[in-house]
């Protein structure tokens, strides 16, 4: 966790592993057969833990590979 003074001094477009240090990680996407939601999960089942989990309307999803 950052403190305000370290976030502070992140620059205002982040790479997200050198500056936030995040690591990057496989995803399997899952579609509900019901409606339009979706389930990401870890492609490695140890990394499937209970605080990794996003929920978000479909507005909020961007694709990154343009």
Do not use: C
């Not at 982040?14 to 492609?43: C, K, M």
């Amino acid at each position: 966790m950052f403190s305000k003074t370290e976030w502070d001094q992140v620059p205002e477009d982040p790479d997200p592993h050198e500056n936030l240090g995040y690591e990057l990680e496989e995803l399997t996407v899952i579609r509900s057969e019901t409606n339009d939601q979706y389930v990401f999960l870890p492609a490695e089942e140890s990394h499937l833990l209970e605080e990794a989990f996003i929920v978000a309307a479909e507005d909020a999803l961007a694709d990154l590979e343009q």
